[in-house]
């Protein structure tokens, strides 16, 4: 059983940086696909990042995040981060990590693990 913690979230400005980490346990997170969502208050929880398992390691963005945010993996610490940059008011939401043996990293419903999600907050 793979437990995943979050940890980095709070209050920011605008255009301003965070980081975001996702600690595992009970499984390696070099073996399975790692994804990062939000879900802002009224709407549908949302894929922002992913990065495949393995050496691979390709990775995937929501256009509303791509050349703002990376999701780096240190396979040492079995844990994997979101960096987010220049952030908005609109990146305002509760961030979750997540878990997958599946190759359909965009799509909620493929995973099995999930944290218990943290609070990002951009004010204006």
């Known amino acids: 059983q793979v437990q995943l913690v979050e940890s980095g979230g709070g209050l920011v400005q605008a255009g301003g940086s965070l980081s975001l980490s996702c600690a595992a346990s009970?499984?390696?997170?070099?073996?399975?696909?790692m994804g990062w969502f939000r879900q802002a208050p009224g709407k549908e929880r949302e894929f922002v990042a992913a990065?495949?398992?393995?050496?691979?390691?390709?990775?995937y963005y929501a256009d509303s995040v791509k050349g703002r945010f990376t999701i780096p993996r240190d396979n040492a610490k079995n844990t994997v981060y979101l960096e987010m940059n220049s952030l908005n008011p609109a990146d305002t939401a509760v961030y979750y990590c997540?878990?997958?043996?599946?190759?359909?990293?965009?799509?909620?419903?493929?995973?099995?693990?999930w944290g218990q999600g943290t609070q990002v907050t951009v004010s204006s």
């Open positions: 997540a878990a997958t043996k599946s190759i359909l990293v965009r799509d909620s419903r493929q995973y099995n693990y």
């Open positions: 009970g499984g390696a997170v070099s073996t399975y696909a």
């Open positions: 990065i495949e398992s393995w050496s691979g390691g390709r990775t």
